[in-house]
């Protein structure tokens, strides 16, 4: 984390973080459900700001996609595209739905007692909040389904709640799908009014990702330089919409996904996507890639190669790392040896 702050990054979010423990997606997930978690997390933000940072902390609920089934969710219906399938959940009630939103805020208080300088809400990739606004998700049959409107109640209800605990001036980031790429999925229609919804209740950035575990295109995807940047086109529908209700200078449009190259991430801003571009996995290889494009503009493409290797460490539980570079590295050592 101080690396990336030392290394130019604007702005470092964690990885999600579940705010309830029937909300963890895996194993090894950092978690920031109990007040005794304040003290390590408030060591993490204090570590980015003494490397001159700023941190935010993304607060996520698997609802379905839980760790261990049957978590909760929108409604409880067969899910399966292929030989995927999303396991089989409890549906939300008026009391599950009280103790989520509460779990949210109570999350959100924690990040701002840890000194963290925003909190992200993640409304992608099919995590609980996503499964209310998606009809690939939502097949209920009350005031929360059927339209975008009324889709959007249940997510609203958690902003206002974030809102109401952390005060007017802390900012609220949101992760949200342009698409679920799915034929029953989220549509880019209805994303562009769920940003306004956003924005209006006071969001002010949304970070365009896309696709769940059951798309077309998932969320994190092996890329090369003709995909770079796979999301622009709704990253630019959102970003035209909210100029033309007027709302673009409260509410930013960030985009992630295959950004690999300086003059790709300046592209965009320059044609008006977006206002802000983020990366994972280039960080991952290269903590000071900011750095090194702040000094060379005109520099290569960012070492990573986005073949996602970086998750098996993670899932054997060494750490986080490249194991390409690692591997580089203990070869070159071997050799001058």
């Known amino acids: 984390m101080a690396a990336l702050a030392v290394g130019r990054v604007g702005l470092v979010m964690t990885s999600h973080a579940y705010v309830e423990k029937l909300g963890q997606a895996g194993d ?12 390590p997390l408030r060591e993490m933000a204090e570590m980015v700001h003494r490397a001159g940072g700023k941190i935010g902390v993304q607060l996520a ?8 089934p049957p978590g909760v969710g929108a409604s409880n219906h067969s899910l399966r595209s292929g030989d995927r399938e999303v396991a089989a959940c409890i549906p939300a009630d008026d009391a599950v739905m009280d103790r989520v939103i509460n779990a ?50 249940f997510p609203l209800r958690v902003v206002a709640a974030v809102r109401t605990i952390v005060g007017a001036d802390f900012p609220i980031l949101v992760k949200l799908n342009v698409s679920d790429f799915h034929d029953d999925g989220l549509t880019l229609v209805d994303s562009t009014a769920v940003v306004l919804a956003l924005a209006r209740a006071g969001v002010c950035l949304v970070e365009a990702s896309g696709g769940t575990p059951l798309s077309r295109f998932v969320p994190i995807r092996r890329g090369s330089e003709s995909t770079e940047g796979y999301h622009r086109d709704g990253a630019a529908a959102w970003s035209a919409a909210l100029r033309a209700s007027g ?8 985009i992630v996904g295959g950004v690999r190259a300086a003059a790709t991430a300046q592209r965009l801003i320059d044609d008006g996507v977006c206002d802000v571009v983020s990366m994972a996995r280039p960080f991952i290889r290269q903590p000071d890639l900011v750095a090194l494009w702040e000094k060379t503009p005109d520099l290569a493409k ?11 460490p993670i ?12 591997a ?4 070159a050592k071997q050799v001058a040896q």
Not at 61 to 68: E, I, P, Q, S, T
Request: hydrophobic share 35%.
């Open 247 to 254: 709302l673009s200078a409260q509410t930013r449009v960030a």
């Open 28 to 39: 090894r997930q950092l978690g920031i459900y109990d007040d005794s978690q304040v003290a």
């Open 61 to 68: 609920h698997a609802g379905r996609l839980c760790k261990n």
């Open 302 to 312: 960012a070492e990573c190669i986005s073949c996602s290797r970086c998750f098996e």
């Open 315 to 326: 899932r054997r539980g060494e750490g986080l790392f490249c194991p390409v570079k690692h």
């Open 328 to 331: 580089l590295l203990a070869k």
């Open 104 to 153: 949210f805020a109570a999350a959100a208080h924690r990040a701002k007692q840890a000194g963290f300088d925003c909190v992200q809400l993640h409304m992608a990739h099919g995590y609980f909040l996503s499964q209310w606004l998606s009809p690939l998700f939502n097949k209920r049959e009350d005031q929360h389904s059927g339209s975008i409107e009324n889709r959007l109640r």
